[in-house]
C-alpha cells in the first residue's frame, strides 16, 4: 500500500512524501506517470525496473522519471519513505532544456545532492514557500541534471 502526503506547490512543482508499505518480491503492474519526477530515497531499499532495465533504490541513490515512461517496482524487503518532486513540462523545458537525453535514470547521491535534498525538506516544513522553496528545488534539480544529462 502506498500513500503520498503533499508537502509543498509552487510554480510549476509539487512536492509529496510517499511511504510504501508493500512486502513483495515479485514486480508490481505498469505504472506510467504523467510528470517528470525525480524521485530521492530517505529510508528502505525497493527495486525499479524502467525501460527493461532494473536498478536497485536505496537512500544512496535517486531516479528520474520521464513522462509516459513505464515502471515497475518490488520490495523484497519491506516498505521505504521517498521524497517525489513532480515537475511540470515548462518547468522541465526552462531546466533541462530542448533534447536533453539522459545518460541513465538513476544517480548518486552524493554529499551535494543529500545536502540539497535535506534543504529542501527543511524549507518545505519551515521556510518561505514563495521564494526559498523554489531556490531550494532548483538546487537540487540543477544537482540532479548535471550528473544525469549530456548533451545530443
Known sequence: MRTSDLLATGPGFSIDAVTCVDDHRGWSPAEVGPHHRVVLVRKG??????????????PATAYLCSPGQEERFAHPSGG??????????????TLAGDGTRLARSTLYVDAHLDLAHRRLLRTAQ???????????LLSLIATALHQLTRTP
Do not use: I, K, N, Q
Not at 126 to 136: C, V
Open 126 to 136: 519551515y521556510g518561505d514557500t514563495a521564494f526559498a522553496l523554489t531556490e531550494s
Open 45 to 58: 531499499t525497493f527495486r525499479r525496473m524502467a525501460d527493461g532495465r532494473p536498478a536497485v533504490a536505496d
Open 80 to 93: 521505504d519513505v521517498c521524497t517525489s518532486l513532480s515537475l511540470s513540462p515548462e518547468l522541465w523545458h
